[in-house]
C-alpha cells in the first residue's frame, strides 16, 4: 500500500457484478479499515446511486489521474471469507479466455450461501402529514417505529403495490431508502453442550454420591467422564436418557458441568459405509501408480492419459496416486462427470483415508457445502472429489488433479459463467505444478492427439483384471435389413437370451421418429449442411431437424443424390 494525498491511501475493487467488461473502480480506503483490508477482501462501496459489494484487488499510491474526489469504501464484508490471490488470478486468466465476467469466476471459489446479502431499509423522513395524505406504505411504517426493511414491507403490501407506494413516497421525500447487510445465508452451525468442569475421576466419584437422590444426573456425569472430559452435545444425550435439561443444570448449579456452544460439521454421505479393502495391483496397474507417483515426486509436471479398456482397474491406480500424495502431505482433487458417481469413489477412499475425503456438489445442502469448503480451506482435507464445479475447491497444496471419464461433455458448463473443467484444471496445474491424470477407455479425440504427439504421456491398461475377456460388439449395416428398428442379428439374439431364461437390455440413444433417413439404393444419408450430422426425423411435425444447431427442412420424396424412391426412417 502506498501513500496518496496527505496520507490517503487507494484500493482498486472489482464490482460483484456479472457484467463482462466491468473494470476495476478506485476507492479511497478509510483509515479504519487500514489493518483489515488486503487483497481479496470482499468490501462494501458506492456505486451509483446505491451499494454493491466488491473485492480488493490491489492498493494503490495515487489515485487517477483527473479525479477530483474519490468515494471511500463504506466496510468490510465479514461474512464473505477473502478471496485467495492465486484464485483471483485464475479468475482474470478464466475470464479472459472464456469471455466472461471476472466476478462470476470468483463466485464459483466462494461457498454458496455465504455471499454478501445487501437489504434496503425503508425510513420515515416525514414526521406529519395532512389529514388523509398518509397511504399504506406511511401507515405500515408507523407500526413499525418509522423504519423497516423493504422484505417486511413487500410480504404485507405485495411486491409490485410496495414498489408503486415507494416511488410515490421517495418522489414527495416522505421516506429514505438505506442499506444493510442482511444475515447470510449459511452460516457455522452451533448445538449446545455439555462439559465437565472437573477431572474425569472427580466426576466418577462425585456420580457414585448422587446416584440415589440425582440418577439422571448421575448417569450423565458417568457418560461425561467416559468421554474423557470432551464436550457432549446436549441433543446426543436426549437421544440416550431422555430429557436432560434439568439435570444439567443441577450439575452445573453444583459445579460439575457447564453449558457450552459447540460448532458441529455437516457431514456429507454421514450414513455411507466405508470399504477399506486395498487389492492387489496387476503388473500393468503397478507401472502405470509408479510412474505417475514419480512424476508427483520430481515435480515434472507431466500430464498423462490413463487409457484403458473398461474393467482394467483404471480407477485404481489413481487411487493409490491419491494415497502416495496424501502421505507425503500433498493435496489431491478428483473431478467426475455426474454427481451420482461421487458415492461410490467417497466410499472407496474414505475407506483408505477417512476424515481427509470431502465433497462438493450442489446436491448437498448449503450447510454441508459450507463446512466442507471450510475444511478445505483450512488444510483439513486433502482430497476432493466432485463435479466440474470442485474445480475451484479451495486447495493450497495441490500436487495431483484426476479427471475420470474425461470424454464426458458435463465437464462444460452451458450457462454463467461458461467454461470446460478441463480449462481450469490446467490453469490450476499450471500455477500450482499439479500432476494432471486424465482416465477414460474411450478418450476425445483432442485428448487422445496430445498423448499421441507427446504433449501427455500415454499409460495404457490393455488388458481386464482377473483376466475377464471383453464382450463382443457387433455393427450391423441396417440397409441390408428389412426391419427399420432391429436387425435379424438382434431379434435372434434376443430370442436366445428369452429361451434360455436369460435378461436383455435395450439401449435407444436417440430422439425422434427415426434417428435418420436413408436411400435403400444408394445408402445416402441425410445431413445437416452446418454441422455435418444426420438429421432426425420427427414425424409429428413433419420435419428433419438437426439436434445441434436447429437447422430444419422437410423429409424429401427422393433421394437427393440418386433421385431413388426407397427412402427409409432408421
Given at each position: 500500500m502506498g501513500l496518496g494525498r496527505e496520507g490517503e491511501r487507494y484500493v482498486r475493487v472489482l464490482i460483484d457484478r456479472a457484467v463482462q467488461g466491468l473494470s476495476e473502480l478506485t476507492y479511497l480506503l478509510p483509515p479504519e479499515l487500514e489493518g483489515e483490508a488486503r487483497v481479496g477482501s470482499a468490501v462494501l462501496v458506492p456505486l451509483g446511486g446505491g451499494w454493491a459489494p466488491g473485492y480488493i484487488m490491489g492498493f494503490e499510491e495515487s489515485p487517477p489521474?483527473?479525479?477530483?474526489?474519490?468515494?471511500?469504501?463504506?466496510?468490510?464484508?465479514?461474512?464473505?471469507?477473502?478471496?485467495?490471490?492465486?484464485?483471483?488470478?485464475?479468475?482474470?486468466?478464466?475470464?479472459?479466455?472464456?469471455?466472461?465476467?471476472?466476478?462470476?469466476?470468483?463466485?464459483?471459489?466462494?461457498?454458496?450461501?455465504?455471499?454478501?446479502?445487501?437489504?434496503?431499509?425503508?425510513?420515515?423522513?416525514?414526521?406529519?402529514?395532512?389529514?388523509?395524505?398518509?397511504?399504506?406504505?406511511?401507515?405500515?411504517?408507523r407500526r413499525?417505529?418509522?423504519?423497516?426493511?423493504?422484505?417486511?414491507?413487500?410480504?404485507?403490501?405485495?411486491?409490485?403495490?410496495?414498489?408503486?407506494?415507494?416511488?410515490?413516497?421517495?418522489?414527495?421525500?416522505?421516506?429514505?431508502?438505506?442499506?444493510?447487510?442482511?444475515?447470510?445465508?449459511?452460516?457455522?452451525?452451533?448445538?449446545?453442550?455439555?462439559?465437565?468442569?472437573?477431572?474425569?475421576?472427580?466426576?466418577?466419584?462425585?456420580?457414585?454420591?448422587?446416584?440415589?437422590?440425582?440418577?439422571?444426573?448421575?448417569?450423565?456425569?458417568?457418560?461425561?467422564?467416559?468421554?474423557?472430559?470432551?464436550?457432549?452435545?446436549?441433543?446426543?444425550?436426549?437421544?440416550?436418557?431422555g430429557s436432560v435439561r434439568s439435570s444439567v443444570g443441577v450439575l452445573e448449579r453444583h459445579g460439575l458441568a457447564r453449558r457450552i456452544p459447540v460448532e458441529i460439521r455437516r457431514i456429507p454421505y454421514a450414513w455411507l459405509s466405508e470399504r477399506p479393502g486395498v487389492p492387489k495391483l496387476t503388473p500393468e496397474q503397478e507401472a502405470a501408480a509408479r510412474r505417475i507417483c514419480q512424476n508427483i515426486d520430481r515435480r515434472e509436471g507431466r500430464g498423462f492419459l490413463l487409457f484403458g479398456v473398461t474393467g482394467s482397474g483404471?480407477?485404481?491406480?489413481?487411487?493409490?496416486?491419491?494415497?502416495?500424495?496424501?502421505?507425503?502431505?500433498?493435496?489431491a482433487m478428483v473431478l467426475l462427470p455426474e454427481i451420482a458417481l461421487t458415492t461410490q469413489l467417497v466410499r472407496q477412499l474414505r475407506g483408505r483415508l477417512g476424515g481427509l475425503v470431502a465433497v462438493i456438489h450442489s446436491a448437498l445442502s448449503l450447510g454441508e457445502r459450507f463446512d466442507e469448503w471450510r475444511r478445505i480451506a483450512k488444510g483439513e482435507a486433502r482430497v476432493v472429489v466432485g463435479p466440474r464445479s470442485a474445480a475451484f475447491a479451495p486447495l493450497e497444496d495441490l500436487d495431483l488433479i484426476v479427471m475420470d471419464e474425461e470424454q464426458d461433455g458435463s465437464y462444460k458448463q452451458d450457462h454463467m459463467p461458461h467454461y470446460h473443467a478441463k480449462a481450469v484444471v490446467e490453469e490450476r496445474a499450471k500455477e500450482t505444478g499439479a500432476t494432471v491424470v486424465y482416465v477414460s477407455a474411450t478418450p476425445s479425440?483432442?485428448?487422445?492427439?496430445?498423448?499421441?504427439?507427446?504433449?501427455?504421456?500415454?499409460?495404457?491398461?490393455?488388458?481386464?483384471?482377473?483376466?475377464?475377456?471383453?464382450?463382443?460388439?457387433?455393427?450391423?449395416?441396417?440397409?441390408?435389413?428389412?426391419?427399420?428398428?432391429?436387425?435379424?442379428?438382434?431379434?435372434?439374439?434376443?430370442?436366445?437370451?428369452?429361451?434360455?431364461?436369460?435378461?436383455?437390455?435395450?439401449?435407444?440413444?436417440?430422439?425422434?421418429y427415426a434417428g435418420t433417413i436413408i436411400c435403400r439404393e444408394c445408402g445416402f444419408v441425410l445431413k445437416c449442411p452446418n454441422c455435418e450430422v444426420t438429421l432426425t426425423l420427427h414425424r409429428e411435425t413433419k420435419s428433419m431437424l438437426c439436434h445441434h444447431c436447429g437447422y430444419r427442412e422437410r423429409p424429401p420424396r427422393v433421394c437427393p443424390n440418386c433421385e431413388g424412391v426407397r427412402l427409409t426412417g432408421i
Open positions: 489521474e483527473g479525479t477530483d474526489r474519490i468515494k471511500p469504501v463504506k466496510c468490510l464484508l465479514p461474512q464473505v471469507p477473502p478471496v485467495p490471490e492465486w484464485m483471483l488470478s485464475l479468475a482474470g486468466r478464466l475470464a479472459d479466455y472464456f469471455c466472461e465476467p471476472k466476478a462470476a469466476f470468483i463466485r464459483c471459489v466462494l461457498p454458496r450461501g455465504a455471499e454478501a446479502r445487501l437489504e434496503r431499509v425503508v425510513v420515515l423522513a416525514k414526521k406529519e402529514f395532512k389529514p388523509g395524505e398518509e397511504d399504506e406504505l406511511v401507515e405500515a411504517l413499525r417505529g418509522g423504519k423497516a426493511l423493504a422484505s417486511e414491507l413487500e410480504a404485507e403490501l405485495g411486491v409490485e403495490r410496495f414498489e408503486k407506494l415507494l416511488a410515490r413516497a421517495r418522489r414527495r421525500k416522505w421516506v429514505v431508502v438505506e442499506v444493510t447487510l442482511g444475515p447470510p445465508k449459511v452460516k457455522p452451525a452451533i448445538r449446545l453442550a455439555a462439559e465437565l468442569t472437573v477431572s474425569p475421576e472427580e466426576a466418577m466419584e462425585e456420580a457414585k454420591r448422587m446416584e440415589r437422590r440425582a440418577p439422571k444426573a448421575s448417569r450423565i456425569l458417568r457418560l461425561l467422564a467416559e468421554k474423557g472430559g470432551r464436550a457432549v452435545i446436549i441433543v446426543d444425550l436426549e437421544r440416550e436418557l483404471k480407477s485404481e491406480v489413481y487411487w493409490r496416486a491419491i494415497e502416495h500424495v496424501v502421505s507425503r502431505g500433498g493435496q479425440v483432442e485428448t487422445f492427439y496430445r498423448a499421441q504427439v507427446g504433449d501427455l504421456e500415454l499409460l495404457e491398461l490393455k488388458e481386464r483384471i482377473f483376466g475377464a475377456p471383453l464382450p463382443e460388439v457387433s455393427v450391423v449395416d441396417m440397409r441390408e435389413e428389412e426391419s427399420r428398428i432391429a436387425s435379424e442379428r438382434l431379434k435372434e439374439a434376443l430370442a436366445e437370451r428369452l429361451a434360455k431364461g436369460e435378461q436383455a437390455i435395450l439401449f435407444v440413444n436417440r430422439r425422434g
